[in-house]
Each structure stands twice: as structure tokens, then as C-alpha cells.
């Protein structure tokens, strides 16, 4: 699997991915929410959803777990905010174990998401919280799931996900060229979520992502979990 990283890149994700039992709450390390207006970002019943455009003119909110629509592209426009809405109750179909999460976006396998910011004006996940009242988990995380190989003799699901109806939130397969995507100038922020021991909702989960998928200037931090995880896949990621 290769993975094209930068040095200052390698040295985040291991600072990320150590003693994240330890976090203390993180101020002021940044600016906050921008005094947009705010708008859920609107799904069906089961968290589906049904826009096509997250639009910088206001700040979104995810209630528990959004599924962008199997099939479908979700592009987010450069500059925009989102953020964690309503917590939502999910019996876990595994463990039995009812987990309460909130600002999770999943891009399961056949859907697409693009998230192309710039410098200047990057596409920004964070807390709901105001500067100052911030912390690690505030946010939920984002998870994509590809079809490409792993080293697993069969697809798996991956960790900490609800299933909704018509909706696979398995990864892997046989397509090393899948393509879930675009995300280039992301920051996720004040993310993670800890379901149960050794396994988590993190900054940003890749499962089976392809090498179709383009994945440049990411940056995550302050997080519960770690910042990356990388289940399988080609994907050339140059975070």
C-alpha cells in the first residue's frame, strides 16, 4: 500500500496517534465558527442525505451520522464550516451497545465526496463550541469506504458505523482504482469519538480507499482519536 507523506505529516499523525487518553482540553487554537447562518445538513429518515451542494454562505450541522448517498457525489464548496448538530442514539447491530454520536459524515462505497478547498479559503469540520469551550470529540469524524483491496480475504465493516437501509458500510474489495473522491485543503478539527475499547470513530477513517480518490493538504487536529487511520486501500494521500 503505498502512501506518499510528508515528514511534518509522518510527525503529526504520530503525535496524533499517541497518549490519546490523555488530552487535555485545547483553547483558543483557533478562530471559531465564522457568524454565518446555520442549516442541518437534511437527510431522509434513515441519514441519508438528500442535498447535492454544501454551500459556504452558511455554517452545517450533522446530526449524529450522515451518509452521503450510495451512487451520488456530495460537494462541499471551498471556505465552508461544518459542525456537530444533534446527538443520536444507535443500537450497535455487532456489540449490542447503543452508542450516542453526532457529526459523523460517512462516504460509503459508490458515493463520492468533493471537498476541494484552497489555501485560502480551506473546508473546515470542527466544533460546534466557541473559541475558548472547545475539545477533543466535540466533532464526530469523517469516514470514507472504498472498494479497493486490502489485506482482509473479504470486505469488512467498518468500525463504529450504524447501517442504515440500502446503504453497504463495508469496505474493500477488488478495484485498487476506486474512487470515493476529492478532498484537498481539509481541516478536521476537535474530532473523535471512543465506541468501545480499540475502537473508534477518528479524524479521518479510510477504508479500501482507491487510488482514484485524491487526498492533499489535510490536516487534522486536536483530536480524541487518532488523526489518520488507513484500513487497506491504494490511495495515494499526500497529507
Same mark, same amino acid.
Given at each position: 500500500?503505498?502512501?506518499?507523506?510528508?515528514? $511534518? !505529516?509522518?510527525?503529526?499523525?504520530?503525535?496524533? !496517534?499517541?497518549?490519546?487518553?490523555?488530552?487535555?482540553?485545547?483553547?483558543?487554537?483557533?478562530?471559531?465558527?465564522?457568524?454565518?447562518?446555520?442549516?442541518?445538513?437534511? @437527510? %431522509?429518515?434513515?441519514?441519508?442525505?438528500?442535498?447535492?451542494?454544501?454551500?459556504?454562505?452558511?455554517?452545517?450541522?450533522?446530526?449524529?451520522?450522515?451518509?452521503?448517498?450510495?451512487?451520488? @457525489?456530495?460537494?462541499?464548496?471551498?471556505?465552508?464550516?461544518?459542525?456537530?448538530?444533534?446527538?443520536?442514539?444507535?443500537?450497535?447491530?455487532?456489540? &449490542?451497545? *447503543?452508542?450516542?454520536?453526532?457529526?459523523?459524515?460517512?462516504?460509503?462505497?459508490?458515493?463520492?465526496?468533493?471537498?476541494? #478547498?484552497?489555501?485560502?479559503?480551506?473546508?473546515?469540520?470542527?466544533?460546534?463550541?466557541?473559541?475558548?469551550? +472547545?475539545?477533543?470529540?466535540?466533532?464526530?469524524?469523517?469516514?470514507?469506504?472504498?472498494?479497493?483491496? *486490502?489485506?482482509?480475504?473479504? *470486505?469488512? +465493516?467498518?468500525? #463504529?458505523?450504524?447501517?442504515?437501509?440500502?446503504?453497504?458500510? *463495508?469496505?474493500? &474489495? !477488488?478495484?485498487?482504482? %476506486?474512487?470515493?473522491?476529492?478532498?484537498?485543503?481539509? +481541516?478536521?478539527?476537535?474530532?473523535?469519538?471512543?465506541?468501545?475499547?480499540?475502537?473508534?470513530?477518528?479524524?479521518?477513517?479510510? #477504508?479500501?480507499?482507491?487510488? #482514484?480518490?485524491?487526498?492533499?493538504?489535510?490536516?487534522?487536529?486536536?483530536?480524541?482519536?487518532? $488523526?489518520?487511520?488507513?484500513?487497506?486501500?491504494?490511495?495515494? $494521500?499526500?497529507?
Amino acid at each position: 500500500m503505498k502512501k506518499i507523506l510528508t515528514l $511534518a !505529516s509522518v510527525c503529526a499523525i504520530a503525535l496524533a !496517534s499517541c497518549n490519546k487518553d490523555n488530552l487535555a482540553p485545547v483553547n483558543g487554537s483557533t478562530a471559531g465558527l465564522p457568524s454565518l447562518p446555520q442549516a442541518t445538513v437534511p @437527510t %431522509d429518515a434513515n441519514g441519508v442525505i438528500t442535498a447535492t451542494t454544501l454551500t459556504s454562505d452558511k455554517v452545517w450541522k450533522i446530526d449524529g451520522v450522515a451518509f452521503v448517498k450510495p451512487g451520488a @457525489t456530495l460537494t462541499i464548496q471551498p471556505g465552508t464550516f461544518i459542525t456537530s448538530g444533534v446527538t443520536k442514539a444507535y443500537p450497535d447491530q455487532i456489540t &449490542g451497545i *447503543t452508542q450516542n454520536i453526532k457529526g459523523v459524515l460517512v462516504v460509503p462505497k459508490t458515493a463520492k465526496l468533493i471537498a476541494n #478547498g484552497t489555501a485560502t479559503a480551506p473546508i473546515v469540520f470542527t466544533s460546534p463550541n466557541a473559541a475558548g469551550s +472547545r475539545n477533543p470529540g466535540d466533532f464526530g469524524g469523517v469516514v470514507l469506504l472504498g472498494s479497493s483491496t *486490502t489485506n482482509q480475504p473479504a *470486505t469488512k +465493516r467498518i468500525e #463504529g458505523i450504524p447501517q442504515p437501509v440500502n446503504v453497504d458500510v *463495508t469496505y474493500g &474489495g !477488488s478495484v485498487p482504482a %476506486d474512487n470515493s473522491g476529492s478532498l484537498k485543503y481539509v +481541516r478536521i478539527e476537535f474530532a473523535g469519538y471512543n465506541l468501545t475499547a480499540d475502537n473508534e470513530i477518528n479524524g479521518l477513517t479510510l #477504508g479500501g480507499v482507491g487510488s #482514484g480518490t485524491t487526498l492533499e493538504n489535510i490536516q487534522v487536529s486536536w483530536g480524541k482519536d487518532d $488523526a489518520f487511520e488507513f484500513f487497506g486501500g491504494t490511495v495515494n $494521500a499526500k497529507i
